[in-house]
């Protein structure tokens, strides 16, 4: 009786156990994935997505069975993969091998909780790719030669070493070598490995982010991802123990993860195309006539204020269009540097621009090297160098916020000089010669170098940058902490509401996502200067150039500004998606660049706009003054020798109507460049 009930025991249990392959196959014959199967052989592709959502939704048996033995499961449904194309090509399942690749398991497991527990099971994990290897080709099945009577022999290849075969095939000979490999004879498949860290908003407070080794197999998956792009991986933890020399293999093993299927979580701008139900939306944007004003609503909600900062962001987020010539390369993107009083809300305007960016990132100055913002040379554990992607690299085409920017040690800044005319990076380290792209928009804040802005003073001796570099900003505005009980009051109203409400006291008219969105779709739109535009944009200049035609007047604007304007006003018509750029987008863009070259260019003396303060660092006035002391100073030196200071300074009274305070500043200004020195107490000569 007991067997007989073990008997039907084992007979629903084996009615229960349906071949695995016959059920993915039935899961392949629905309309999707014979649709997805015969699309392969057109497209010329081998991979198969199957969606693991569609396949819990079939069986979640087989699902769960897929999850806990992979290696398995998947090979059954490569079968079944395989057997369906036979069926809707023929020709085409003959000679290629289709791999299913899983994608959107229901949630990513954290790199950090990865342990023993996952090893030999299927997970998804999400990540920043940091590094990754060139691709390089796998050998799958190796093909030896027998030495002593010719005879071919295959051996399938895992692990990492070349493995020969144990005895020759060919029954008469069996020798156990040697053997010749035969790279022709031989198939091989792409790899590459990667490094992937945790995102730093998953991090728990006070930990470092973990990095993890992935491997990919496989001519689809490799060369998908680059450094800095935000991944999904899907793949078979393994363990795998390290070997040390003479002493065999170690007991702690490292995981790493073989990639099954990798999917890029947008951050390149190029990548993610708008569904046409988010095309219909941004275009119905785009013919709002107040788009502009939209947007700069838009922009950082919580801070209130600084309309013409947020119209200058917008101008940045947008960017003008970059030629390419045979002979040199202009520029498309904006370069904006804030330069503000402590707590005006410079940190928060720049973390917000790179989170809303399509590809975005925050950097503080203090903290940043050089290599950090370009390009590292590795040593890897082969020998071999290897180059690792900074910052400016990182945010190619998208925009690299730097906070604190007089904050970074001089030989660290120089870093940025290239990448922000040239837009490159150039590395000449350990036998590496590169160039890298680095067509970044830069965002810059920066202190005031005595803790505020002090209006007396010109630009350069207010903020400690070089001059090299304030020369490069297409637009540099300040901010100023200056007491106003209007705009205090309705301030004070709008911060008070947000600590209250917890949340933006105005709804943005465009959501954030909507918005990136809407700045990666107007990317792809390329304006053109109109003639009217162009008129505008050649008077503005020119009137401002004859105005310093004058002898004595200084020059208010260069050729740099000019092709400042010409990005600006790019910028606005793409922010209409617009294809051609109007009047009244040279009309705004000129606005703009004088409320910059008002806030920042303006010699304090003789009250004239000076380009002169940010491309020389001393306004026009300053130079006249230090060029007239000089020039009293030689010609009295031809005269007497050493010259008395004393002397000088009363000439120089009687003849220039210089004050005497401002001569003995200027002097001391002379001695600390090194222009002029004292040979004997109070006298002085030209070096």
């Known amino acids: 009786m007991k067997r007989e009930g073990e008997r039907g025991a084992k007979l629903t249990e084996e009615v229960e156990v349906i071949d695995p392959q016959e059920r993915f196959l039935e899961l392949f014959k629905t309309e999707k994935y014979r649709q997805r199967i015969s699309q392969l052989a057109v497209s010329g592709k081998t991979s198969l997505i199957v969606e693991f959502e569609d396949l819990l939704t079939f069986d979640h048996r087989l699902a769960d069975k897929l999850l806990e033995k992979p290696d398995e499961y998947l090979r059954h449904a490569e079968n079944a993969a395989q057997n369906q194309l036979a069926i809707e090509a023929p020709e085409y399942a003959e000679k290629q091998k289709v791999t299913v690749r899983v994608v959107k398991l229901l949630e990513p497991t954290p790199l950090r909780k990865l342990g023993a527990a996952h090893i030999g099971k299927l997970v998804m994990i999400e990540g920043i790719v940091v590094r990754s290897t060139p691709v390089r080709p796998m050998v799958t099945r190796a093909a030896f030669k027998c030495r002593g009577c010719g005879e071919l022999t295959y051996v399938d290849q895992t692990g990492p070493f070349l493995k020969a075969p144990f005895a020759c095939s060919n029954p008469q000979c069996r020798r156990k070598g040697p053997f010749d490999f035969l790279q022709e004879e031989s198939s091989f498949v792409d790899s590459q490995d990667l490094r992937v860290q945790e995102r730093p908003e998953d991090l728990p407070p006070g930990q470092l982010p973990r990095t993890l080794h992935v491997k990919l197999v496989g001519s689809e998956i490799v060369d998908v991802a680059r450094p800095g792009d935000h991944v999904s991986i899907v793949g078979i933890v393994r363990a795998a123990a390290p ?219 207010n903020i400690s940058l070089p001059v090299t570099i304030l020369s490069r900003f297409d637009l540099i505005f300040i901010l100023r902490d200056v007491p106003n009980k209007e705009v205090d009051s309705k301030m004070s109203e709008h911060i008070l509401e947000i600590h209250r409400r917890g949340t933006t006291p105005t709804e943005p008219p465009i959501p954030m996502d909507l918005l990136r969105k809407y700045i990666s779709y107007a990317k792809t739109v390329k304006p053109i200067l109109t003639e009217e535009a162009l008129r505008r944009i050649k008077d503005f200049y020119l009137a401002m150039r004859s ?141």
């Open 243 to 461: 070997s040390m020399p003479k002493v065999g293999k170690l007991r702690v093993f490292a995981l790493h993860l073989d990639a099954n299927s990798i999917e890029v979580l947008g951050k390149e701008p190029e990548a993610t195309l708008p569904t046409p139900e988010e095309e219909k939306q941004i275009l119905e944007l785009a013919r709002d006539p107040w788009i502009h004003r939209k947007i700069i609503n838009s922009i950082a909600p919580s801070i209130y204020g600084y309309e013409h900062i947020k119209e200058a962001i917008m101008y940045l987020l947008f960017g003008g269009v970059s030629k390419n010539l045979p002979d040199v390369n202009i520029r498309g993107e904006l370069n904006i540097l804030l330069i503000g009083d402590p707590g005006t809300a410079k940190s928060q305007l720049l973390q917000y621009v790179a989170r809303v960016a399509p590809r975005g990132l925050y950097t503080s100055g203090r903290g940043t090297t050089a290599a950090g913002l370009t390009a590292a040379v590795i040593r890897e554990k082969g020998g071999g160098m290897s180059l690792e992607a900074g910052a400016l690299v990182l945010a190619d085409k998208g925009i690299a916020c730097i906070d604190e920017i007089d904050k970074m040690r001089p030989e660290d800044r120089v870093a940025i000089h290239e990448a922000m005319e040239q837009h490159t990076v150039s590395v000449a380290k350990g036998g590496i010669v590169a160039t890298l792209n680095a067509r970044t928009a830069i965002l810059a804040a920066a202190n005031p170098a005595l803790g505020r802005y002090e209006p007396r003073r010109t630009i350069t001796e």
């Open 547 to 687: 105005a310093s035609e004058s002898e004595g007047s200084p020059i208010a604007i260069t050729a740099r500004q000019l092709e400042s304007l010409i990005r600006i006003a790019e910028a606005r018509a793409r922010a209409a998606l617009r294809t051609e750029v109007l009047a009244e987008d040279a009309e705004a863009a000129i606005n703009i660049m004088k409320k910059s070259l008002e806030e920042v260019g303006i010699d304090l003396s003789s009250q004239k706009i000076d380009i002169d303060l940010i491309m020389t660092g001393k306004p026009k006035s300053l130079r006249d003054k230090l060029q007239i002391i000089l020039s009293v100073l030689t010609e009295m030196e031809r005269e007497i020798g050493m010259v008395e200071k004393a002397a000088l300074i009363n000439r120089l009274e009687a003849e220039y109507n210089i004050p005497r305070a401002e001569i003995e500043r200027l002097i001391a200004q002379l001695q600390r460049e090194g222009t002029i020195y004292e040979p004997r107490e109070g006298f002085l000569k030209k070096t």
